[in-house]
């Protein structure tokens, strides 16, 4: 559970790619939070800039402008030694597990790899944590001796959750961790990762597509359209009551286990094509495709604030929200 600890923020965050002459800018001034032992969940389209955001906190890229704070402090401002300590805090989970594993080595030395950087004790000791991490994400101890391609894409993902916790960290970005996975096998994953998170009280962003996955697992949810975060609330009132027009097009979308339910539902289709995240003018870059938009929305580009109740939302339809500056 949440200490009430802000344990990982950004401020403005933005990440801008050159194509040839043009820049193309996957992260787009976004800014969060997010406590000690929480869950922020992060969906929207592909393409949305979900995985350059989680790349950027790992420090696989480096940010364009803005800021990552870790602990209170700014993650560009660590020194040697404590930028050292962030690579170990922070960990990633892949979305595909069988890219992400080193075909050449067994599951063993992959999962050891991250200790042996990090001096995490002897030969002997390393090998029985290895063997501990297995047992702890559903496989034995023998398969510290095999290599990737003989286990299955679930069995390969436990091995990557394993090698993500091998350096004991206190901060996990899971970058789509079961699209890749048959749906018999997803649950298991995601019951696995909320089990870890409870006994070895990890923080998590969890990046997904699936609107009902990520309001399993999350505590808060923000949703992403072309590089910036549009909405921001806690799981149950984001689906209960979305504000932004795509949340409410995404929700409308997701599949309802129940066949009345679905059959009654009116699903809201937007029209039109997203903009090319590309040299992308002024405006807000949802108001070729939203219904509500007017020439205000299509000359300045809003800012996510926040009502009362903590619920953010960046929408200039301020009066019938009831949106406070």
């Given at each position: 559970?949440?200490?009430?600890?802000?344990?990982?923020?950004?401020?403005?965050?933005?990440?801008?790619?050159?194509?040839?002459?043009?820049?193309?800018?996957?992260?787009?001034?976004?800014?969060?939070?997010?406590?000690?032992?929480?869950?922020?969940?992060?969906?929207?389209?592909s393409g949305c800039g979900k995985s350059t955001?989680?790349?950027?906190?790992?420090?696989?890229?480096?940010?364009?402008?803005?800021?990552?704070?870790?602990?209170?402090?700014?993650?560009?401002?660590?020194?040697?030694?404590?930028?050292?300590?962030?690579?170990?805090?922070?960990?990633?989970?892949?979305?595909?597990?069988?890219?992400?594993?080193?075909?050449?080595?067994?599951?063993?030395?992959?999962?050891?790899?991250?200790?042996?950087?990090?001096?995490?004790?002897?030969?002997?000791?390393?090998?029985?944590?290895?063997?501990?991490?297995?047992?702890?994400?559903?496989?034995?101890?023998?398969?510290a001796n095999r290599f990737p391609y003989e286990f299955s894409g679930g069995m390969r993902q436990r091995a990557g959750i394993a090698r993500a916790l091998a350096v004991n960290p206190e901060f996990v970005v899971c970058d789509e961790p079961i699209s890749a996975l048959d749906v018999s096998i997803q649950a298991q994953i995601i019951n696995l990762l909320k089990r870890l998170q409870s006994e070895l009280n990890l923080t998590y962003l969890f990046i997904a597509h699936d609107l009902s996955t990520v309001r399993y697992i999350s505590d808060h949810i923000g949703v992403m359209y072309l590089g910036s975060i549009v909405e921001v609330a806690n799981a149950e009132e984001l689906n209960i009551n979305p504000l932004h027009p795509y949340t409410q097009a995404l929700i409308s979308a997701a599949p309802i286990p129940d066949p009345a339910k679905e059959n009654e539902r009116v699903r809201i289709m937007l029209e039109g094509d997203v903009p090319s995240p590309i040299n992308f003018g002024a405006g807000c870059k949802f108001a070729g495709r939203c219904?509500?938009?007017?020439?205000?929305?299509?000359?300045?580009?809003?800012?996510?604030?926040?009502?009362?109740?903590?619920?953010?939302?960046?929408?200039?339809?301020?009066?019938?929200?009831?949106?406070?500056?």
């Amino acid at each position: 559970m949440s200490s009430g600890e802000v344990f990982i923020n950004t401020e403005h965050l933005t990440r801008d790619f050159r194509i040839g002459k043009d820049t193309l800018r996957a992260v787009d001034d976004v800014s969060f939070e997010l406590g000690r032992g929480e869950t922020f969940g992060l969906v929207g389209e592909s393409g949305c800039g979900k995985s350059t955001l989680g790349r950027l906190l790992v420090r696989l890229y480096k940010p364009t402008s803005g800021k990552i704070l870790y602990k209170g402090k700014s993650v560009a401002n660590l020194n040697k030694r404590e930028s050292f300590e962030y690579t170990k805090d922070v960990q990633m989970i892949f979305q595909q597990p069988y890219a992400s594993l080193n075909p050449r080595m067994t599951i063993g030395e992959i999962i050891k790899e991250g200790m042996r950087i990090h001096q995490l004790g002897s030969a002997k000791e390393m090998s029985e944590r290895v063997s501990g991490l297995l047992n702890m994400v559903g496989l034995n101890a023998e398969h510290a001796n095999r290599f990737p391609y003989e286990f299955s894409g679930g069995m390969r993902q436990r091995a990557g959750i394993a090698r993500a916790l091998a350096v004991n960290p206190e901060f996990v970005v899971c970058d789509e961790p079961i699209s890749a996975l048959d749906v018999s096998i997803q649950a298991q994953i995601i019951n696995l990762l909320k089990r870890l998170q409870s006994e070895l009280n990890l923080t998590y962003l969890f990046i997904a597509h699936d609107l009902s996955t990520v309001r399993y697992i999350s505590d808060h949810i923000g949703v992403m359209y072309l590089g910036s975060i549009v909405e921001v609330a806690n799981a149950e009132e984001l689906n209960i009551n979305p504000l932004h027009p795509y949340t409410q097009a995404l929700i409308s979308a997701a599949p309802i286990p129940d066949p009345a339910k679905e059959n009654e539902r009116v699903r809201i289709m937007l029209e039109g094509d997203v903009p090319s995240p590309i040299n992308f003018g002024a405006g807000c870059k949802f108001a070729g495709r939203c219904k509500f938009a007017n020439d205000n929305c299509r000359e300045e580009a809003p800012a996510l604030r926040k009502l009362p109740s903590g619920h953010a939302i960046a929408c200039h339809r301020m009066e019938e929200i009831n949106m406070v500056e």
